[in-house]
Every structure is written in C-alpha cells, then in structure tokens.
C-alpha cells in the first residue's frame, strides 16, 4: 500500500518535507501509523501529536482522502490513501 502523509500547520516545520510517502507490507490501525510515523520524529514533533500521557491530542485533525477520522485505533489502514495531520490553527 501506498500511503502519502501530509503535515500541516506547525507539524510541517519538524519534518523534512510537509509530504511524506510511506509504503506499508501489511494492514495497521491509523493510530499505530501515527506511532510509528511520531517515534522517527524529534520530541517537538511528537509533542504536538501525544500528551504528556503518550495520548493522542484531542486537537489533532486527522484525515483520511479527505475525511475526518475520530476513532483512529479502529480505523485499518488498508489500501493506497492520503492521510492528513492537522493541528490547531491560532490567530487572529
């Protein structure tokens, strides 16, 4: 499977490119991509995805081909998709 992440807002600036592809052998749930993929990036990073609790921010968007997933450990992963990591957006 072909899978291409992109990060935005303040995710873009810890990674070498706001788009990464990935290539997965096998099915895995969006929460333990989103373990994986936060494990080879810096604390900064990692601190805008989990809480000091290893939790997943309840600010975070995430979306798959365009649609908002909430229930990530349920969700498989299993086929080519575009997935999209947002944090909140502050301003004004």
Do not use: H, W
């Not at 990464?20 to 989103?34: A, C, H, R």
């Amino acid at each position: 499977m072909d899978i291409k992440i992109y990060y935005k807002g303040q995710l873009s600036m810890y990674v070498d490119s706001s788009i990464e592809n990935i290539s997965l052998e096998s099915p895995i749930s969006l929460l333990d991509l989103i373990k994986n993929l936060s494990a080879k990036k810096d604390s900064e990073f990692r601190n805008l995805i989990f809480d000091s609790q290893n939790k997943l921010r309840g600010s975070l968007m995430i979306a798959i081909n365009n649609n908002q997933v909430v229930e990530l450990s349920e969700t498989i992963i299993d086929k080519d998709c575009e997935i999209t990591l947002l944090p909140p957006i502050a301003g004004g």
